[in-house]
């Protein structure tokens, strides 16, 4: 009897996603011998210290299953670092959850809270796993630009966004791609905002400890009517500069925190131990998190500096590493092919911000990474004079 073999077909879930713009240019970059400024990670070491507490964990034999929510010791170290900085205090056994990332961690979190019908508002542009993450819980993603060019929250668009259904809201800051930073009066306009209704909170918070000139992060922590009702998103490979690493926290008050561990122990179970115990030692000495806002500026201004040579518009970034551009100036190319060209011709790689809307916006702006060793940024300007 003859077999017919075939791989039977499959109706995808997110018809909408193909190749991300992240790839491509990345690929492009590498087949061109450019600078890679276009993903953000960075291109330098880690403190050989944090290694060495991970190898120590390793050698003394914190090598099997962890609990699923975490160690303690990290989740206590967690706890201490949110109640120093911003003044809330979290119990470590209920509220706080290690987590294999941040992105694994928004999916969970949207996962746990929407249900299929509710509508979860997102502030455009945004990090590219958001909307995919609401489609695939069987939510609606309502989209919510935020002011273009200066990209603050227009708050009068965010309250005609809420319904009935809206089960949550996303936000993000300091922000990705823009650089943007919420302002104290933005949160508490939030948080009046938000006051009436059941809508939930997300903080995508990984670029906590990157924002510059003197300002303070505004974590939601630092707001009791929206701590109650927040999940508080953060992450260790972007603070410590191991973003393989892929190790995160969720921090939300008790009930949301039992919700949300109810899909992250089906999702992921539990997270890299060894790694778990390193940070957690690492964690006792907070200057490497303290010094990072420093660190990342002197990176900001010797590129910003380079990039007077140029005739792009430089747009402000007060927090991450990334610097936004308006283009404007130098061509008539839409975003995406303008990096193409930036990155073909004068071997510079940079992203469109259009890959972080929906409906691909083009407003004339690319964002550059400058999480890089200061060769690499040179090497980048001496290129990028040529505009």
Known sequence: MRIDIRTPGLSTKLPAVGTTIFTVMSALAAEKGAVNLG??????????????????????????????????????????????????????????????????????????????????????????????????AGGTAVLVPLMPGSFRPDFEKIEAAITAKTRAIIINSPHNPSGTVWTDADMHRLQHMLAPTDVLVISDE??????????????????????????????????????????????????????????????????????????????????????????????RDLFREGLKRTRFKLLPSEGTYFQCVDISAVSNLSETAFCKWLTTEIGVAAIPLSAFYADGFDQRVVRFCFAKKDPTLHAALVRLAKL
């Not at 670029?207 to 000139?213: A, C, G, L, N, P």
Request: proline content about 7%; hydrophobic content about 45%.
């Open 206 to 299: 990984v670029y906590e400890h990157m924002v510059f000139d003197g300002a303070q992060h505004q974590s939601v922590a630092r707001f009791p009517g929206l701590a109650a009702r927040s999940f508080v998103v953060s992450s260790f490979g972007k603070t410590y500069h191991v973003t393989g690493w892929k190790i995160g926290y969720v921090a939300a008050p008790a009930a949301l925190s039992a919700e949300f561990r109810k899909v992250h122990q089906f999702n992921v179970f539990t997270v890299n131990t060894p790694m778990q115990y390193g940070i957690a030692a690492y964690m006792a000495d907070p200057a490497p998190y303290l010094s990072l806002p420093a660190f990342y500026q002197r990176k």
């Open 39 to 136: 993903q953000g990670f960075p291109d330098f070491d880690c403190d050989p210290q944090l290694v060495s507490a991970v190898t120590s964990a390793m050698k003394e034999g914190l090598n099997q299953y962890p609990p699923m929510v975490g160690v303690p010791v990290l989740r206590d170290a967690v706890a201490a670092k949110l109640s120093s900085l911003y003044g809330r205090s979290y119990d470590a056994g209920s509220e706080i959850t290690i987590t294999a990332g941040a992105t694994q961690a928004i999916l969970t979190i949207i996962i746990a809270v929407l249900h299929p019908g509710d509508e979860m508002i997102v502030l455009e542009p945004c990090y590219d796993s958001y909307v995919p993450n609401i489609v695939l």
